[in-house]
């Protein structure tokens, strides 16, 4: 009979299919991509969730071969958990909701600000207006139609009980990193970016109650990825971005699978 939930997928070494994958590997070559990396976690029921906002992942299943010659399951998931897109209407009642999100804005220049040594010691570390301007002396101006992310080894979190949203009970405060709210402002007016994104739980700081940069960067028509997983992996610059962004009517943003090619 069915088991009531949704099983591990098996060992993926016992899945056939070698013969696609290397056809895959050699078409990325063919287009000029040696690697391909995934910036996404794998979304479970017990992945930290800022449950403020959001609630856990429940996942079932509703058929199995043994009952029923096919396997299938359900998702029961919040739009802003795991790995996910923010679309402008999180934000702003007029912004385009992520289904209406140019196709184009969501293949772009990568370019990763790491901070991670920062962040190490402290936990309220932000991409600043200076961080990116070192990135540009090092690599040359923001591509226009980038999307810059911050890589503060927060990914590494995830799977540490309380970690990835490091709360402090005693002052009711949450500690992640993100972008500074004048770092949001430079790339709105002074560069012509699509989105953000970083590797913690929100684009602001956990400890800006206030959260400016989703109050600013969304609604100028610009987009957030959180969450964000693999970017070690990732060339601080040269790297094209594919954000495989859910697409349903009206949604605030929802969970997607993104990638880094290079």
């Not at 063919?30 to 996404?40: I, K, M, N, P, S």
């Not at 890589?151 to 993100?178: C, K, M």
């Not at 770092?183 to 709105?188: M, Q, S």
């Not at 997983?229 to 697409?247: F, I, Q």
Request: net charge negative; proline share 6%.
């Amino acid at each position: 009979m069915c088991a009531p939930q949704l099983i591990d997928g098996g060992d993926s070494s016992e899945v056939s299919g070698g013969d696609v994958v290397g056809a895959g590997v050699k078409l990325v070559r063919e287009r000029g991509f040696g690697r391909v990396v995934d910036l996404t976690h794998t979304l479970t029921p017990d992945f930290p969730v800022w449950e403020l906002v959001s609630k856990r992942p429940e996942f079932g299943r509703v058929a199995c071969m043994a009952d029923n010659q096919y396997n299938a399951g359900r998702l029961d998931i919040y739009e802003h958990v795991g790995t996910h897109i923010d679309a402008p209407l999180h934000f702003d009642d007029a912004g385009l909701s992520v289904d209406a999100i140019p196709a184009e804005n969501l293949v772009a220049p990568l370019a990763v600000i790491r901070i991670a040594e920062r962040a190490d010691r402290d936990a309220t570390a932000a991409v600043t207006v200076r961080d990116i301007r070192d990135w540009e002396r090092a690599h040359g101006p923001l591509p226009q139609g980038a999307v810059v992310v911050m890589e503060s080894g927060w990914a590494q979190r995830v799977p540490i009980p309380g970690a990835f949203l490091n709360h402090d009970e005693r002052t009711d405060t949450y500690r992640w990193p993100g972008f500074s709210a004048e770092a949001a402002d430079f790339l709105i007016h002074q560069r012509e970016v699509v989105g953000i994104g970083v590797d913690s739980t929100g684009l602001d700081r956990g400890s800006d109650r206030a959260i400016p940069v989703h109050r600013t960067f969304l609604p100028s028509g610009r987009y957030g990825l959180e969450a964000l997983n693999g970017l070690p992996d990732v060339p601080d610059a040269g790297a094209t971005l594919v954000v495989g962004a859910s697409k349903h009517r009206g949604g605030t943003g929802g969970p997607a699978r993104i990638f880094a090619l290079y």
